[in-house]
């Protein structure tokens, strides 16, 4: 690493973070603790700082912090969440408004954090010349309610509270666990924010009995004292986010037809792992062949946990599931959820939360993509990486289960997000650039720690239709065009993972994959995005007819209401092939059905058909 760097990058943050090691030193099942040490190596942006802020939950027991190894340095710790009013004068308006403050005042993505290290004044002129500089912090986790999950059996009351002791702990593990992008602060302290890339080393030490599968490479496992410590790299810079570990008396199986894949899971589960995982390397060919694109980590593993908070959690190279979606070879209808699932999974190994990250810059008429494994930029381009993932992964449905599946999955994703848009409002994707805050809810959906999971969900469902949309209007081949192009140049920024300056150029936003499309495909779609990336809600039409016996016409009348919540109003023709929300009614005739496009711009729209015999006779008139 250069020991000096000038930050070209645009961030509200007064240091980039280079490198960080992250070391589990101890984890005792016994009192659910885990001690822990994080060294960070950053570089300050600006001249004459004096103090960095990280992110640490207050969850976290911050022990120590010291700075170039052996400075110690002064620190606060303080939670934004306390309320600091009288619970006489708490109302709706008021209690909405202390949460989005307090969630303002710790938002990662405007420089802000939990935790302010004070720097000693003997590295001020380090600072000053804008060199390198460690900041090492000594944490302890006990108990937690978030992001980390201890799962351990009834323990004696006399058994000795070691880590050292595995009586009674057979099925004993633990692992970290997030709903979002910016729950890493739960369990270690950081720089919890997407766009925040680095480089990490990662050493968890643990009882000889145990495993412990983190994200990235195992380099190795040493001993110390009856003690293993397995140490894993990340060379591929990527946000805290992406990090994830597991820790447990878990059994091996190595796919037979894919060593690359490692699955783990208790002990006792073993025969219905094997079965379980038997076609998993099927998915990683589907999404190899479908983006023309090799699987980007040199390993994958799957772990099956207890008591996790959800289906199933995505970090770089590691998937934690919850068991109970193992199964034995005679529960067949488990087979095609639980392939569902794992599909998505590896999904999200080339678009999602995470990885993929990617960059387009433009220099003049030229327009370079760099990066690899793609991951927003913020909060407000989370849409691009989930709906990517969410849709590849229902092609898979569509080529192992068949088109009926997939089209009742596309079924249930428009019941589900009309449903929701109706009763609640719009479902937004991104926002008008430069918005911070958004009206209409009860919440702030543009603020992570105020949207509701709901929304988060029905976002998702909604993202995957855009990107539905969008490969019917770009065409198949020039879909997947896009999307290779964004994997395959991106690939090349791993060559350049020791130049921090252009790591930024990893990130993925909204206007850029925008230019990338247009660049790809010489297509304009801000229309398009400004339809139903920028702005929420659905178009509403209902259709009334009756048969006129003495014209012998069937007379058609489509109604628009876009008065109602969620609905938007749709101006233009309604044709069967160049509209994405395809509005179309067809007659019978006895060469088949015929299309007719009605023009729709003033709310209401009729039509005559003429009503051949077995129109009628299908309508119920004869």
């Known amino acids: ?77 303080e939670s934004s969440w306390a309320m600091n009013i009288h619970p006489c004068t708490w ?22 954090g939990e935790l302010l290290v004070s720097l000693p004044p003997e590295i001020w002129q380090t600072v000053d010349e804008l060199k390198v500089i460690r900041v090492g912090i000594d944490f302890r986790l006990e108990n937690p309610t978030v992001g980390c999950n201890f799962v351990c059996p009834v323990l004696p009351s006399d058994m000795p509270s070691t880590s050292s002791s595995s009586d009674g ?32 080393k990662i050493e968890v030490t643990c009882d000889r009995s145990f495993i412990a ?28 986010c992406n990090i994830g570990f597991a820790v447990g008396h878990f059994k091996l199986f190595v796919h037979p037809e894919m060593n690359e894949l490692s699955n783990f899971c208790p002990p006792d589960l073993l025969p219905l792992l094997s079965h379980t995982c038997k076609k998993l390397h099927k998915a990683f060919e589907f999404f190899e062949e ?61 678009f999602g939360i995470v990885c993929f990250y990617c960059i387009v810059k433009h220099d003049g008429d030229v327009c370079t993509v760099a990066g690899c494994y793609v991951m927003p930029y913020n909060w407000k381009d989370r849409w691009l990486a989930w709906g990517a993932a969410d849709y590849i992964s229902r092609l898979y449905v569509q080529r192992f289960f068949g088109n009926n599946e997939y089209l009742y999955t596309i079924y249930e994703l428009l019941n589900d997000v009309t449903h929701y848009e109706k009763k609640f409002g719009g479902i937004v994707l991104s926002g008008p650039k430069g918005q911070r805050t ?66 930024l150029n990893m990130l993925l936003s909204t206007d850029s994959f925008l230019k990338c499309v247009s660049n790809v495909t010489g297509q304009d779609l801000q229309n398009f995005f400004d339809q139903w990336v920028d702005q929420g809600g659905h178009v509403q039409f209902s259709v009334s007819f009756s048969f006129n016996r003495k014209r012998n016409m ?27 929300c395809r509005i179309c009614w067809c007659h019978a005739e006895y060469s088949g059905t015929a299309p007719h496009a009605i023009g729709e711009g003033h709310g209401v729209s009729e039509a005559s058909v003429p009503a051949i015999d077995s129109t009628a006779l299908n309508l119920g008139y004869q």
Request: aromatic letters at 10%.
């Open 169 to 200: 702990l057979a099925n004993s593990h633990v692992y970290s666990w997030k709903r979002a992008e910016y729950e890493a602060r739960a369990w270690f302290p950081c720089i919890d924010v997407p766009s925040e890339l680095c480089t990490w």
């Open 290 to 350: 479908l983006l023309s694109f090799r699987y980007p980590y040199s390993s994958y593993k799957l772990v099956f946990v207890n008591d996790i908070p959800e289906d199933m959690i995505s970090y770089l190279s590691l998937t934690l599931m919850d068991v109970r979606f193992l199964h034995h070879k005679t529960i067949i209808e488990q087979e095609p959820v639980v392939r569902s699932l794992m599909a998505r999974a590896v999904a999200q190994q080339f």
């Open 554 to 580: 069937i007379e058609l009348e489509l109604k628009q209401n876009d008065s109602a919540k969620g609905s938007v109003k749709y101006l233009g023709p309604v044709t069967d092939k160049e509209q994405l």
């Open 438 to 503: 958004a009206s209409g809810f009860y919440f702030d959906p543009l603020n992570p720690f105020t949207c509701s999971p709901l929304y988060v969900e029905m976002l998702v469902k909604k993202a995957s239709l855009v990107f539905r949309m969008l490969e019917k209007k770009l065409g198949k081949e020039l879909f997947f065009q896009v999307l290779n192009k964004l994997l395959t140049v991106g690939a090349h920024v791993t060559q350049q993972r020791y130049q921090p300056s252009a790591w």
């Open 213 to 240: 599968v983190c994200s990235g490479d195992l380099m190795g496992v040493g001993n110390t004292n009856g003690r293993d410590t397995y140490s894993y790299q990340v060379t591929i810079p990527t946000p805290a």
């Open 1 to 77: 690493m250069a020991p000096e760097f000038q930050a070209l990058v645009d961030t509200p943050r007064n240091v980039k973070l280079l490198h960080q090691v992250l070391c589990i030193t101890d984890i005792n099942f016994a009192t659910k603790t885990l001690f822990g040490f994080t060294d960070m190596v950053i570089v300050p942006m600006v001249p004459q700082l004096r103090s960095v802020v990280f992110n640490c939950s207050n969850q976290i027991d911050v022990r120590r912090v010291t700075v170039q190894d052996s400075l110690d340095a002064a620190f606060t710790h």
């Open 91 to 112: 109302s709706v308006n008021s209690l909405s408004d202390l949460f989005s403050k307090a969630a303002s005042a710790v938002d990662a993505d405007q420089g802000k």
